[in-house]
């Protein structure tokens, strides 16, 4: 089982280029969460999807910012036009049945090792 | 909306010595909450969790969390400190959206330095 798997580790982008984040959930998890961790700020949720389907994004930027999880595939956080506050670790996490549920497994969330976005 | 709060930025404490990372939350209904540990470069790792039973939950790398429903807190503890324990810890709470989903709040997290 390889865990959350995320990539890019590391990213560069020049301002007004386009960054693309990408996480593959557990096997068998179909909830992802995307947070974003700048320094000294702790940990932000931004956004919570289901395959095909958005429950939550009311921590998302109202511009720039987007997040897919498709039927096939990994989920993608896209970051348009980026600025230099865009900087900062992107960690992704995910869980099954959204956290829900009553056996040992549930409630707890399996964290990517994350993307670091740097921002020129 | 649920929230927590984890008051102390940095923890110091020397090898040996007993270690508290304090956390408050905020919740109406039953609160559900959790401690995960942030080494540098990694993702999180959980820790343990407080759904319901027993106040004080036992989980990962020898800690424990007391949950205290007057005081509002579960703050994490460990008897013996070691080196190996510095890193970043953030306390977290479940939020219901609804529906049957739910998401995570994190506190800002709290860096604890064990020292030699």
């Known amino acids: 089982n390889a865990g959350v798997m995320q990539n890019p580790r590391h990213l560069v982008r020049r301002r007004g280029q386009e960054a693309r984040l990408r996480c593959s959930p557990m096997?068998?998890?179909?909830?992802v969460y995307w947070y974003r961790q700048l320094p000294e700020e702790g940990l932000k949720f931004m956004v919570y999807?289901?395959?095909?389907?958005?429950?939550?994004e009311s921590g998302m930027p109202k511009e720039r910012f987007s997040a897919e999880f498709p039927k096939e595939g990994p989920s993608i956080l896209r970051i348009q036009q980026v600025v230099r506050g865009d900087s900062a670790a992107y960690f992704c996490?995910?869980?099954?049945?959204?956290?829900?549920?009553?056996?040992?497994?549930?409630?707890?969330?399996?964290f990517g090792a994350g993307s670091r976005l740097t921002v020129l | 909306a649920q929230s927590v709060a984890q008051p102390e930025d940095q923890v110091n404490v020397a090898e040996g010595n007993p270690l508290t990372v304090k956390c408050t939350y905020s919740?109406?209904?039953?609160?559900?909450l959790f401690w995960y540990v942030q080494y540098p470069n990694r993702g999180l790792q959980f820790l343990l969790k407080?759904?319901?039973?027993?106040?004080l939950v036992k989980g990962s790398y020898g800690f424990e969390a007391e949950f205290n429903k007057s005081q509002t807190s579960f703050h994490l503890k460990k008897p013996s400190a070691l080196v190996s324990d510095s890193a970043l810890y953030f306390c977290?709470?479940?939020?219901?959206?609804?529906?049957?989903?739910?998401?995570?709040?994190f506190g800002t997290g709290t860096r604890l330095k064990v020292l030699a």
């Open positions: 996490a995910s869980s099954p049945f959204g956290l829900a549920g009553a056996f040992s497994g549930a409630n707890v969330l399996t």
């Open positions: 096997k068998g998890h179909s909830h």
């Open positions: 999807l289901q395959k095909e389907n958005i429950i939550d």
């Open positions: 919740v109406s209904g039953n609160p559900y």
């Open positions: 407080y759904i319901t039973g027993d106040n």
């Open positions: 977290a709470v479940r939020d219901e959206e609804g529906s049957g989903t739910y998401k995570y709040i």
